[in-house]
C-alpha cells in the first residue's frame, strides 16, 4: 500500500470484527450534531443522511485497505464509487427527533433480529437471480440510544453471524472479488 493511502491508518484501530468501518461510524455517531432548524443535536435524525455518508466513507476506507486491485486503481484515479448502507439499531430506546424528544422502546434483540433477517433474505443478489440484484449486501448493527450515550457497534446476535452473506466483513471481501473479476488485470 502507498504511503499517501496508509498514513495514519494505524491509529485507528480494527473493531471487534476486524475491518475498521463499523467501528468508526459507531464512534462517529456517539458525537452528536445539530442538523437543520430546530438546533437540536442528535447522534441520527432520520431526515438527515449523515450517518450513511460516514458508512459510505468507511466501506472505501476499509476496501482501500482491504482490496489491492481497488487500491491501485484508485491510486491511478481510476475509481468512482456510489454506496447506500444498512444500518439496524438494536436499542432498548431510542430518543427519535422526530417526536419532539419522545423514547420509543423496542423489543430488543428480537426487532433488530427481525430486520437483520429481513434483510438477508429479501434483498436479492445478482448471483442469485441472474439477473437483477445487488453484488453484495453488509448491514451493520448498533445500538443508538440517540441521547448523547456512546453508540456502540454490537458483533453478537443479533448482528449478521460472520458466517452470513450480510456480515459486513464478507461484504468487503465480496466487493473486492466482484471488483477483481470485472475489473482486474
Same mark, same amino acid.
Given at each position: 500500500m502507498s504511503a499517501d493511502l496508509r @498514513? @495514519?491508518?494505524d491509529d485507528i484501530g480494527k473493531g471487534?470484527? @476486524?475491518m475498521? @468501518?463499523?467501528a468508526i461510524l459507531a464512534r462517529t455517531m456517539s458525537v452528536?450534531?445539530?442538523r437543520g432548524n430546530g438546533g437540536q443535536a442528535w447522534q441520527y435524525h432520520s431526515r438527515s443522511d449523515n450517518h450513511s455518508k460516514v458508512a459510505c466513507w468507511t466501506v472505501l476506507f476499509d476496501l482501500l485497505l482491504e482490496c489491492d486491485i481497488f487500491r491501485t486503481h484508485a491510486e491511478r484515479g481510476r475509481v468512482g464509487f456510489g454506496i447506500n448502507h444498512v444500518?439496524?439499531?438494536?436499542?432498548?430506546e431510542f430518543v427519535t427527533p422526530s417526536g419532539a424528544g419522545r423514547v420509543n422502546?423496542?423489543?430488543q434483540p428480537d426487532d433488530a433480529?427481525?430486520?437483520v433477517r429481513m434483510l438477508g433474505q429479501a434483498i436479492p443478489l445478482a448471483r442469485d437471480t441472474g439477473t437483477i440484484g445487488y453484488d453484495v449486501i453488509g448491514v451493520t448493527v448498533v445500538d443508538c440510544r440517540n441521547d448523547g450515550s456512546p453508540v456502540r457497534l454490537v458483533v453478537n446476535d443479533p448482528a449478521p453471524a460472520r458466517d452470513s452473506h450480510i456480515h459486513y466483513d464478507r461484504m468487503i471481501v465480496g466487493l473486492c472479488s466482484e471488483y477483481r473479476a470485472r475489473f482486474g488485470a
Open positions: @498514513g @495514519g491508518v471487534p470484527t @476486524g475498521r @468501518g463499523p452528536a450534531t445539530t444500518m439496524v439499531n438494536a436499542a432498548d422502546r423496542h423489543s433480529r427481525k430486520v
